[in-house]
Each structure stands twice: as structure tokens, then as C-alpha cells.
């Protein structure tokens, strides 16, 4: 292509991304009053799903050959922190419905039109820890077992269940996804939790279905982005080491939860008159130096943390664009920022949190719920600092990095 052609495609594509991020966020006053329903259901109200499909999330990242946008993960980073911030569990939950989009465009073209051929708005939800049992069978296998924290299952028209493939000699069995249609499926409500309440992440449950071979993807081919869909669809999106991608949208939960409750806590305390009765009752406080610092810390780390998620996503897409191999050095910086940044969340909920008094206890309060949620997200294997800041700090010191990326 010469330069006017990646020019106008550049521009096509970022009036493309401004009307998703406008539909997007006409969708947020009603899925913010929905917040509490959410908790209340434990899993993501109908009528969210269906506002957010009608706005376009699910097809962010979805192959333009079946009906999708295919744009870059930033745009869909983008989205979830707009959606996390009016009610994180919608963004975690319908944000991962959105990216798995791209884990299923990664599989064979076969399996890609199974998913989408006669259902192209058709998602997936995904758990990660291979749990189940596999037995080989005459052109597939046999699958079974239960497959907690698939977070949206009940919005989702698909598993992706992960499983260990014995090899069959003294090889080590093969990590692989097996792609099972809701048909092959059942949920076990196994959802309780204290964080991300309205997730509904529960446990898939499936009993001898059968799987062809084309629906089983190797996870170490995610890893480098080296995978059947990349070669079928020839894009850099597709290209893409999976852990580059997928997390930065867990992340953005975080990040966005934290600047919903920014804005919250700006709104309740910007004109809230203390009730004290030992000190300061009577008084603004917003007067308060130290609640005027809280907030300026807040939205520091938010606004920290958004850069370095959206800068990561855009370095790697750039990399892919130019046919450069991304290398350990650049996945491994974006499992980095992807945990930073929700350390940076973290640390702007609990600035807020802390200064609500009275009033943070109720489980009715958004702030209070956003603490709530950013910390179930730091919860989360691929976000714990302890487990990815000591992976950096292996490589930059010229160890073995050991973990996932």
C-alpha cells in the first residue's frame, strides 16, 4: 500500500472508532443505574448486554470478514474503561465477552465458522485453568469437567474451556482451548464473592460433549501470536501474543472503576458539609487539605494508568503493523503495565475509600463499590504485582523470567 492509501484507512478507521466510543457511551446512563441491579443479580443484567451488543462492543475487535470492526485492542481498552467506570462488572464481564472476539478469531477458520457462520453477533466466555478432562475420539475429543470464574457465562453462546492434551509418549501434555457451543454447556451458580459481584463469573459445567479437532487451539501458539486464525486472516491484529492483549482489558476495569469513583466521590464531597461532633463539624469538604489531596492523587494514578495501558497496546500494534516479531523484552513490558496500572487503580480506590466515613458503608455507594471491584480485579493471577513485577525485575536483571507472558 503507498502512503495515501494507509492514510485514508488511518482516518477511516479512526472516525470508525470515534462513533463506537459515542455509541458506547450513549449506552452508560442506563447501565449505570443498572449497577445495583447487577449486584443484586449477580451477573450482568440483560439489558446491558443488549445495549452494549447494539452499540457495537462485541464486534471491537471482531474479524471484518464475519461482520466485525477489526480495530486494534486500545479502542477496545478504551471502551471497557468508559464501561467500567458507570459499572465495573459490566465492563469486566461484557469487556472479556468483547476480546475473547479475537481469542476465537485465533483458532482454524472451520471453528471461526462454527461460532460466527449463521450467528455473527455469537460470543464466548473463557476460563483459563485446564480442570476438565480430555479423552481422544474419532476426529476430536471427548471433553469433561467444570471450568470456574468463566466470567459473563450466562450471556455467552460459547466456552472456551481449557484442558491438558496427554500427549500420548513421555511428552508433557499439550495446554490447549477447546471451543464447546452453549448447547454442550450448563452453569453451576458458584458466584458469591465480595468484588465484581455482577459478573456472574460461575462455573461451566460439561458432561461428555464431544469436540471436533478443529475447535482446539494451542494455548503456547496464543503465546506468540503464531496461531491458525493469524494465517487465515493475514492481519497484524491477529498477530498479537495473546497476553499482550486480553489482560490490558482486566486492567482497564480497574482503571475505569477508579475513575467512576472519582467522579462519585467528586459529586458527593464537592458540596458535603461535615456532621462532626468532636472536630470539624460544620465545615466544607472540599476545605479540607487532605481530602483536596486525596484527589489530586486519585486522578494522578488514574490518569497514569490509562496512559501506560493504551501506550502499551498502541507500541505493540505498532510493532505488528511493521512485521516485526514482538519480542519476550516487549511482552513481557506489557504484563508490566498491565499490573501497574492496576496497582495504580488500586491505589487510587483506596484514596477514595478511605475518606467516605459513614456513608462508604453502604453497599448502595458507588465509591464503596468501586473499592470493592478494583480489588477483586487485583485479585486476578495475570494482575498480581507480586507475581508479574518480580517477572520484570528477573529479565532486567538478566534472569530467567519466570511466569506468564
Request: one cysteine or more; aromatic letters at 6%.
Amino acid at each position: 500500500m503507498n502512503q495515501m492509501t494507509l492514510s485514508h484507512l488511518a482516518s477511516r478507521e479512526a472516525a470508525d472508532a470515534a462513533t463506537l466510543k459515542a455509541a458506547i457511551r450513549s449506552a452508560l446512563p442506563g447501565i449505570r443505574a443498572r449497577a445495583p441491579e447487577a449486584e443484586r443479580q449477580r451477573q450482568v443484567p440483560e439489558d446491558n448486554v443488549a445495549a452494549l451488543r447494539d452499540a457495537g462492543l462485541f464486534r471491537t475487535v471482531q474479524p471484518r470478514i464475519f461482520g466485525g470492526l477489526q480495530h486494534d485492542f486500545d479502542v477496545l481498552a478504551d471502551l471497557v474503561m468508559d464501561i467500567a467506570g458507570a459499572c465495573p462488572s459490566t465492563g469486566w464481564a461484557c469487556g472479556l465477552l468483547a476480546a475473547h472476539q479475537w481469542l476465537i478469531a485465533a483458532f482454524p477458520e472451520e471453528a471461526q465458522r462454527d461460532v460466527w457462520g449463521k450467528t455473527p453477533d455469537a460470543t464466548a466466555c473463557a476460563s483459563y485453568a485446564p480442570t476438565g478432562k480430555v479423552a481422544a475420539a474419532e476426529g476430536g475429543f471427548t471433553l469433561s469437567g467444570r471450568w470456574a470464574f468463566a466470567s459473563g457465562c450466562d450471556a455467552a453462546d460459547w466456552a472456551v474451556c481449557s484442558v491438558l492434551i496427554p500427549s500420548g509418549d513421555s511428552a508433557p501434555p499439550t495446554l490447549s482451548f477447546l471451543l464447546v457451543p452453549r448447547v454442550d454447556f450448563t452453569i453451576d451458580d458458584t458466584w458469591h464473592t465480595a468484588g465484581l459481584v455482577g459478573t456472574g463469573s460461575r462455573t461451566v459445567v460439561v458432561q461428555g460433549a464431544f469436540v471436533p479437532a478443529h475447535r482446539v487451539l494451542r494455548v503456547k501458539d496464543t503465546g506468540t501470536g503464531n496461531t491458525p486464525g493469524s494465517a487465515f486472516h493475514g492481519a497484524p491484529l491477529y498477530a498479537m501474543p495473546m497476553l499482550c492483549n486480553i489482560p490490558s482489558c482486566l486492567a482497564a476495569t480497574a482503571v475505569g472503576a477508579a475513575r467512576g469513583a472519582l467522579d462519585s466521590y467528586l459529586d458527593m464531597t464537592s458540596q458535603r458539609v461535615t456532621r462532626g461532633a468532636v472536630a470539624g463539624g460544620g465545615n466544607r469538604m472540599a476545605e479540607f487539605a487532605t481530602i483536596q489531596l486525596r484527589v489530586a492523587e486519585a486522578a494522578a494514578s488514574v490518569d497514569a494508568a490509562r496512559e501506560i495501558l493504551l501506550r502499551d497496546l498502541r507500541a505493540r500494534a505498532e510493532t505488528a503493523r511493521a512485521g516485526e516479531e514482538i519480542s519476550v523484552e516487549d511482552r513481557i513490558a506489557s504484563r508490566r503495565g498491565q499490573s501497574f496500572a492496576t496497582t495504580l487503580a488500586l491505589r487510587a480506590a483506596e484514596a477514595l475509600n478511605a475518606s467516605t466515613g459513614g456513608q462508604g458503608l453502604d453497599l448502595a455507594n458507588p465509591v464503596q463499590r468501586a473499592w470493592r471491584d478494583v480489588n477483586a480485579v487485583g485479585r486476578h493471577i495475570s494482575l498480581n504485582w507480586d507475581a508479574v513485577g518480580t517477572m520484570y525485575g528477573q529479565m532486567a536483571l538478566g534472569l530467567e523470567p519466570k511466569g506468564q507472558y
